[in-house]
Nanobody, 115 residues
């Protein structure tokens, strides 16, 4: 199975913005629902947002109104635009199918929100 490769994470101040990308070398068109997940230190991995092949989206309450998920099937890429970042958004962010597929997990990308 082909893993996803996440990028775009970095250190950012509270209130700042980041755009994460998640790419795969093979097509994502066959994946009906794609999602972004995150895992903060000492916490379980949680679903942040997911998007269907047709573009319908769903968000965790904690990020609703601040994060936007999108997908470009032609580029085999999923994005997560994160605005108004908070300390609590600090985590490693991953993308995967929804529900997740074990063989798709990548290394993730670290997002740290700190002043």
């Amino acid at each position: 199975q082909v893993q996803f490769v996440e990028s775009g994470g970095k250190l950012v101040q509270p209130g700042g913005s980041l755009r994460l990308s998640c790419a795969r070398s093979t097509s994502i068109t066959s994946i009906l629902v794609m999602a972004w997940y995150r895992q903060a230190p000492g916490k379980q991995r949680e679903t942040v947002a997911h998007i269907t092949r047709g573009g319908s989206t769903n968000y965790a309450d904690s990020v609703k109104g601040r994060f936007t998920i999108s997908r470009d099937n032609a580029k085999n890429t999923v994005y997560l635009q994160m605005n108004s970042l908070e300390h609590e958004d600090t985590a490693v962010y991953y993308c995967n199918a929804f529900p997740s597929v074990a063989g798709y997990w990548g290394q993730g990308t670290q997002v740290t929100v700190s002043s």
